[in-house]
């Protein structure tokens, strides 16, 4: 069996074309695209007609593929721009109509369901998935043998096009924590976690093997975000493993990666490759 998954976030949309073999899902086809759907939302948060015109073209290509490679089902999920915009009834109206696939969006509890279940798997006590987006930040840990999912609209793209969040963004991200017990293992998913751990360990080519739950110490992310926030955009797309399309965020992402570290009180982060579009792959 094989089945594609298509999530479009805030910065990018992307696609996971996977196939069972022994109760296993096995990575057959993977694909990005910066399509920012989220791009100039403003505090309207209405999604504009052109990010939203080049992520649906990017949907029917990646559909096109899928049905290609043969899949026997095809599914689009959304999450945050599309969540939390005052359009999202035409959104989705629009994107049904060109890509003749119905798009669910995702609750930002869900989506930190997900990411748990693509990153971790079964519940594992003490340990939390954290998953910053574009447009908001997800963490989610077991408690009391049911996990505990938290969202806050925090992301890269949204600290990016609104700067002023910065004052209270420590507070925000106060919310995702939980209110007894610590946690042990922190692990993250999204492209901050996974672009650092390919920025440490000197990629020139993105490597997800590599990635799989690689350790990031607390020194080695305030070391890069020290070093991001003193760069030109240019010098920061000069480093070839970070795309030119998230270059202009990535500051924005480890410094929620820095503060939730500082908040959790934890020592290290794991990097984690596999995200909700894995969690999808089980639902």
């Known amino acids: 069996m094989r089945k594609a998954i298509i999530d479009i976030g805030t910065n990018s949309t992307k696609l996971l074309i996977a196939e069972k073999k022994d109760n296993s899902w096995e990575k057959i086809i993977s694909r990005l695209e910066f399509t920012r759907i989220g791009e100039n939302i403003g505090t309207e948060q209405l999604i504009k007609p052109e990010p939203l015109k080049r992520t649906a073209q990017c949907i029917k290509n990646y559909i096109e593929l899928a049905e290609n490679a043969n899949c026997e089902t095809v599914e689009i999920s959304a999450t945050s721009a599309i969540r939390d915009a005052a359009n999202r009834a035409e959104v989705c109206e629009y994107l049904k109509n060109c890509c003749h696939k119905e798009v ?3 609750s930002g509890e869900r989506e930190a369901y997900l990411s748990y279940l693509g990153a971790v798997g079964k519940f594992s006590e003490q340990t939390a998935v954290l998953d ?5 930040t997800e963490l989610a840990y077991p408690c009391a ?6 969202s806050v609209a925090a992301g890269a793209v949204r600290l990016k096009e609104r700067p002023e969040m910065q004052a209270y963004l420590q507070e925000m991200l106060k919310k995702l924590l939980p209110k007894e017990g610590k946690i042990s293992k922190l692990v993250a998913v999204g492209g901050t976690a996974t672009t650092l751990a390919a920025l440490e360990q000197n990629m020139k080519d993105y490597n997800s093997d590599l990635v799989h739950q690689y350790p990031l110490a ?11 926030g003193k760069m030109s955009l240019e010098e920061i797309k000069a480093l070839k493993i970070i795309p030119p399309k998230r270059a202009d965020v990535i500051y924005y992402g480890v410094l929620i990666l820095s503060m939730v570290i500082e908040l959790t009180q934890a020592e290290e982060v794991f990097a984690e490759d ?3 579009m894995y969690g999808l792959l089980e639902c």
Not at 132 to 136: E, F, L, T, V
Not at 218 to 228: A, F, P, S
């Open 218 to 228: 607390k020194e080695t992310v305030n070391k890069w975000l020290d070093r991001l």
């Open 145 to 150: 043998g049911k996990l505990v999912v938290n």
């Open 104 to 106: 669910q969006v995702l």
């Open 132 to 136: 910053i987006g574009g447009g908001s």
């Open 274 to 276: 596999r995200d909700l």
